[in-house]
Every structure is written in structure tokens, then in C-alpha cells.
């Protein structure tokens, strides 16, 4: 349908007043709440790949992000009315001691482009804070965030904390600037991802599998 | 102290400016705090300015000047019982509390319209008067010319104090749907840096160069496009520099993270050294020195990760290697590449200081 196309077009644009526009005119055309849905997560994934690609750049994900968010704001009454529910439940915060948040929400705002329910615990969270989170939310993810070779052990901790709380098939996964493949495995991560695009294929391959 | 050999200090960073024959290269270094109090108790007698003494440094910072709407002016604006909200002098609020220590929940920032820059932050930066304590710089200057350092002064640009005055999101997001508001920032905060360096000249400190800080990069790119950048900050940018060329200083830019991207534009604008070249975020002087090194001075780079292992193979591999290629241009000088993290011990930073001793002399 070519509106939903337009509509996936002004997400990567970041055009907030016509996203609204478009989804408002999908809603009153009654077109079936998942494929307005797609088109809107279609939109997110391409700015994703671009931030990739460094063919855009911070701003243009925030952008995109937000009018992506107001979109959802719309849509969500929809949604709930077709018993769509988010694909995923996540978790996600920087770690005790650290208090960069510009990439840890990123992810989280290509967590929720993906139609992730995702619940940020902001800056400096300890252990306990996150299997709380985990606990009441019903998390399947967590993802920590980490931008200080000084705050990587805090990193450690906490992925030992949660592993230990047993908290069933939770998955954590771990990012940021410092942080390797080798560096995520050695502290037992279920996973790691380089940027914000890639930590929404994690959590897909993570609990498809 | 800087005069060891037969340069001052002053003479050596001329000379590498200038890509002319120095004795060895220019040494200057950054430390995190926690780092110095590591070594304190690991055997360190004195404070950062001792080791930057054993080090040899050949600089010397005049000031550091952080333009502020309110300045000397944070302020409570809201209180209950256990906590009150502080507008700090650049407009961040946190919460703290009263009757704990703990770190401070950040809550944002004050200015967070275009029609709050207006009528509230523009005016005030624009009205606060100097930024700066003339005297103290005129009295740290005299100690840098009787040290024989090169004088510097240091200040945020435009781009990072607008991040501290308005926050990463609202700066980031202005920049795509408001440009002539990021553009008004940027121009009156560097306005207001300007006249402040002017205040410092007719007091007749005449320092060897400006060296600006502002974060304009991360791990895999820079924050903004380059097209971003050269549109609404490096007008900016090429004012301070053009300043600096025309007292007769040099210009080094701080920035942080990967800015391959920006290379040619930093060139265009007449930057004349970058400093501090994050080897993790992809900089390299082995690549940069062949194709920048002759409009470009390169500052740094050495790799801090690497001296966290506190592994002397490793390490002595890392600055011998960086130390080799700056010193093909003679236009390089020693620092890390960003400063030295609390993991590295001060036995290591002992021989730190010895390798670049040894591989540094030309
Ligand atoms: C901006 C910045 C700051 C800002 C932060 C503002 C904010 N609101 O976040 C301020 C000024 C506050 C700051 C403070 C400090 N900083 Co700082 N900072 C940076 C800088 C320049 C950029 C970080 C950033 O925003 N990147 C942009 C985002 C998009 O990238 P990202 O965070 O890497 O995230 C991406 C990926 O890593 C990944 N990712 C991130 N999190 C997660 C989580 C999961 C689950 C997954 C899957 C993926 C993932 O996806 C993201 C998007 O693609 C870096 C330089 C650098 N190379 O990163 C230094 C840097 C991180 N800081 C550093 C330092 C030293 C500090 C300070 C200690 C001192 C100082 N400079 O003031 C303090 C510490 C404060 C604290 N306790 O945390 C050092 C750390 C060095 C080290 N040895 O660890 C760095 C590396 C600078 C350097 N060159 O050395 N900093």
C-alpha cells in the first residue's frame, strides 16, 4: 500500500507531523493495526542499517526514534485492540558507576522501533535494581551498558548477580564503547552487539533460538 | 624540568609546529583523578603536576575557561524534605540529597526551548561579564615563560557547551529541526569565548597557542554528519582558529573518537594540530601521519588500553610503534590517547614515562 511505504519513508526521515498524519489516516481507513505496525518497525530497521553504516548519524536516530515513539501513541490503542503484543520484554541500563546514556538509548530506541516493550532503568544502576526490573516486568532480555574500562567490572558483577538471582531463560546481553565479543563471553553475557542496530538482531537470534 | 637539553620547552613545540629538527618529542599528559590518588598510595610522592614534572612536560595551561550562564550561580529551585533540585551554572538539574551522599539523579536540563535560549540563556551568557581571572592567568603565565613552556590557554567550544548547557537530545535533535537555534548557540557562545580571550590578550598575556576541548565523536563515527558539522559548528571553529593564527598562536583541537570523517574540514578550517587521536575509535597515526601529517600536528594517540594491561611487552610495543611514525613528520608530540585510567600502576607508568623518554628522541 502505498501510504504505509510513504509512512516507513517519513519514520526514516524523521518527520514526526506526517508519521502522525499517515498513521491517523491508516487508523481511520481501517487498515489492520500489524500492518500499520510494520510499516512504522520497517521504517526504524532502515535508519538502523544506516546508523550502521554511518550513512546517518545520532541525530537522525533520534529523530526517527521520536517520531516513531508519537506514531506508536497512536497506534497503541489499535494494537491492544488486535491483541498485538510487544515481541519482546527487555530491560536495559548503564551500569553502577556510569553515567553515558546516549548509546544505551539508542538501543533502547531501536529495541522499541522493533515493537520491544522495553523498560529504562536509566544511569549508575546496581545488580539488585535490574533483577528487580527483570522480576516484575518479566523481562526475556536485559541489556547493560558500560562505557568505562573502570565501570567493566560493575559490568561483570552484575551479569554474575543476575545469572545467579536464576531467573529462568533470561538472556543479557552487554554493549558499549569498551566492550569486545572476547570481553562479553569471558563474563558470561549471552551476548554482545557492537551498535544499536545489531543489538535487535541479538535479541531476535537470542530467543528465537 | 622543560629546559632540559637544548630546547625550552616553548623552543621544542615551536619547532614541531614548524616541522623543523627538535632534540626529541614534545611530552604532555592527562590523568583521571582516581589515577593520582592510585599512585599516591602506590608511592607517588607529590600531585599530577609532580609527574608531569618527571615527565617533562613542555606545556603550560594559562587557564581553562568553561563560559557559563550563571556563573558562580547553581542554585536550588525546588526542595521537599530529604531532597532538593539544583540548577547548576550551566542549567543541568539534579536532584540531591540532604540528609545522604550518593550520586545525584540527573533529571535534565533547563534549557529546553528555543524560547528559553531566547529570553533567558542567551542574555544571561551574553550579560555575565568575564569568564576568566585575568590575573591568575597573567601570574600563571609568567611562571610558563620562566619555566620555558609553551603557554596554552584551554576552553570548551561551542559544540560541546551547548551539549552542557541544553543536553545531548535537545542539541542533537536542534540540529535537525532547528538549525538557525543551534547555529544562534554555537555563534554566541563562541562570541562570548572570544571576547574573553581578547580580555586576556590586552592584559598583555601572549600565549603560544589556543587548545579547545569539545567532544564531537564516539567509537564509530562523529555525533553529527560532517555536512551537520560544517554547516552549523565549524564556522565556529574556523573563527577560534582564525583568532589564534591572528595573534600569532597555534590551534589544537580535543576531541574524543572517531573522526576520519572530519579530517579535511578540521584541515580547511586551518587547525594546526588534533590531539588526542582515541585509538580505539579507529585513529591511527600510521595512517594519518603520511596523509595529514604536514597540515595536521598529531597529538597523542597512544593507546590507553593497552597500559591498562600493565603488560611492559605490550606496552613498549604500542608507544615505540606510535612514537616511530609521529616522529617521520616532526610534527608529533607525546600524549595518551585520552588520559591515563586508575588501572594502570604507577610502577607502569614509570616505565610509561621511560619509553617515551627513550623512543621519543629524534
Ligand atoms: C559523551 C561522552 C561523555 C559525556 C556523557 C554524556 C551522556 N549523557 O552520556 C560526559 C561528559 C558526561 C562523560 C563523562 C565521563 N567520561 Co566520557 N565519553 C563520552 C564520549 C565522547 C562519547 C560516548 C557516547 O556518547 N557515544 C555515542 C554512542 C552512540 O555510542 P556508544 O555509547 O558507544 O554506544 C553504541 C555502542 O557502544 C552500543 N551500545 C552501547 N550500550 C549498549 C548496551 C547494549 C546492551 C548493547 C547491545 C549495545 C550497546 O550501541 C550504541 C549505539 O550504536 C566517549 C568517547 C568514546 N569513544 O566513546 C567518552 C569516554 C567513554 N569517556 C571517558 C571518560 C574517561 C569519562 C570520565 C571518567 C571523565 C570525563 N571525560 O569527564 C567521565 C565519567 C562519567 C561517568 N561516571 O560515567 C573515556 C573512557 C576511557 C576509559 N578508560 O574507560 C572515553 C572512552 C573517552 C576516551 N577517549 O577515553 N563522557
Redesign the interface.
Known amino acids: 500500500m502505498a501510504e504505509l511505504q510513504e509512512l516507513t519513508q517519513v519514520i526514516i526521515k ?1 518527520n514526526r507531523a506526517e508519521a502522525k498524519r499517515l498513521t491517523q489516516a491508516a487508523i481511520d481507513a481501517q487498515v489492520p493495526a500489524r500492518q500499520v505496525l510494520d510499516a512504522l518497525v520497517a521504517g526504524m530497521d532502515e535508519v538502523g542499517r544506516r546508523f550502521q553504516r ?1 550513512e ?5 536516530m ?2 526517527a526514534s ?1 517520531a516513531m515513539k508519537e506514531a506508536m501513541a497512536l497506534l497503541e490503542p489499535m494494537l491492544v485492540k488486535a491483541g498485538i503484543k510487544p515481541e519482546y520484554i527487555a530491560v536495559i541500563g548503564a551500569v553502577q558507576g556510569d ?1 553515558h546514556d ?2 544505551k ?1 539508542l538501543v533502547a530506541m531501536m529495541w522499541r522501533g522493533a515493537n520491544f516493550q522495553v523498560v529504562d532503568l ?3 544502576v546496581p545488580a539488585e535494581k535490574f533483577i528487580a526490573a527483570v522480576k516484575e516486568h518479566r523481562a526475556q532480555v536485559v541489556g547493560l551498558s558500560s562505557l568505562l ?2 565501570t567493566m567490572p560493575a559490568m561483570q558483577a552484575t551479569v554474575k548477580a543476575i545469572k545467579d538471582a536464576g531467573l529462568g531463560s533470561l538472556k543479557v546481553v552487554v554493549g558499549g ?2 566492550i569486545t565479543q572476547d570481553f562479553a563471553k569471558e563474563i558470561g553475557a549471552d551476548g554482545f552487539s ?2 544499536a542496530a545489531g543489538a535487535v538482531d541479538l535479541v531476535r537470534k537470542l530467543l528465537a533460538a | 624540568m622543560t629546559t632540559q637539553g637544548s630546547l625550552t620547552g616553548r623552543e621544542r613545540v615551536n619547532r614541531m609546529f614548524a616541522r623543523q629538527d627538535q632534540d626529541r618529542i614534545p611530552r604532555h599528559e592527562s590523568f583521571w583523578p ?1 589515577t593520582i590518588t592510585r599512585w599516591q598510595e602506590e608511592g607517588l610522592s607529590g600531585e599530577q603536576s609532580d609527574v608531569l614534572d618527571l615527565l617533562e612536560s613542555d606545556f603550560g595551561q594559562v587557564t581553562w575557561m568553561w563560559p557559563s550562564p550563571f556563573r558562580g550561580q547553581g542554585r536550588t529551585i525546588q526542595q521537599d524534605a530529604s531532597t532538593r533540585v539544583v540548577r547548576d551554572e550551566h542549567g543541568k538539574l539534579a536532584r540531591y540529597w540532604k540528609n545522604k551522599s550518593g ?1 545525584p539523579e ?1 533529571l535534565g536540563f533547563d534549557c529546553d526551548s528555543r524560547e528559553k535560549w531566547e529570553q533567558v540563556y542567551k542574555p544571561a551568557l551574553l550579560n555575565t561579564g568575564l569568564q576568566v581571572d585575568v590575573h591568575a592567568a597573567k601570574r600563571a603565565f609568567r611562571r610558563a615563560r620562566e619555566l620555558g613552556q609553551w603557554a596554552y590557554v584551554a576552553g570548551v567550544e561551542s559544540f560541546e557547551q551547548t551539549r552542557t548547557m541544553m543536553g ?2 535537545i542539541t ?2 536542534g ?3 532547528y538549525p538557525e537555534w543551534i547555529r544562534d548557540v554555537s555563534v554566541t557562545c563562541t562570541d562570548v569565548m572570544l571576547r574573553n580571550l581578547d580580555a586576556i590578550v590586552a592584559e598583555g598575556v601572549h600565549f603560544d597557542g589556543l587548545w579547545t576541548y569539545g567532544d564531537m565523536a ?8 560532517p555536512a ?1 558539522y560544517r554547516e552549523l559548528i565549524w564556522p565556529d571553529h574556523k573563527r577560534l582558529a582564525m583568532w589564534a593564527h591572528a595573534h600569532n598562536m597555534k590551534f589544537i583541537y580535543h576531541t574524543d573518537g572517531d573522526i576520519n ?1 572530519v579530517m579535511d574540514l578540521y584541515v580547511e578550517a586551518g587547525f594546526d594540530c588534533i590531539q588526542p587521536l582515541e585509538a ?2 579507529n585513529m591511527d597515526i600510521r595512517t594519518l601521519c603520511p596523509k595529514y601529517g604536514q597540515q595536521l600536528a598529531m597529538f597523542g594517540n597512544c593507546n ?2 593497552k597500559y ?1 594491561t600493565n603488560d611492559r611487552a605490550v606496552i613498549e610495543e604500542e608507544i615505540r610503534a606510535k612514537l616511530e611514525a609521529g616522529k617521520k613528520t616532526r610534527g608529533y608530540a607525546y600524549h595518551s590517547d585520552h588520559s591515563v ?3 594502570v600502576s604507577w610502577e607502569t607508568y614509570q616505565f610509561i614515562i621511560d619509553l617515551v623518554k627513550r623512543y621519543g628522541k629524534y
Open positions: 524523521g554511518n546517518v548519524f545520532v541525530p537522525e533520534l529523530i521520536r553515567l546516549i548509546g538509548n536509566g544511569t549508575n574500562t573502570t564503547a569498551p557492537p551498535d | 582516581e550520586t540527573h545531548d537530545e542533537l535533535m540540529m535537525m529541526e564516539y567509537n564509530h563515527a562523529t555525533m553529527c554528519s551537520t570523517g580505539k575509535a590507553v588500553m591498562a585510567p586508575p588501572q
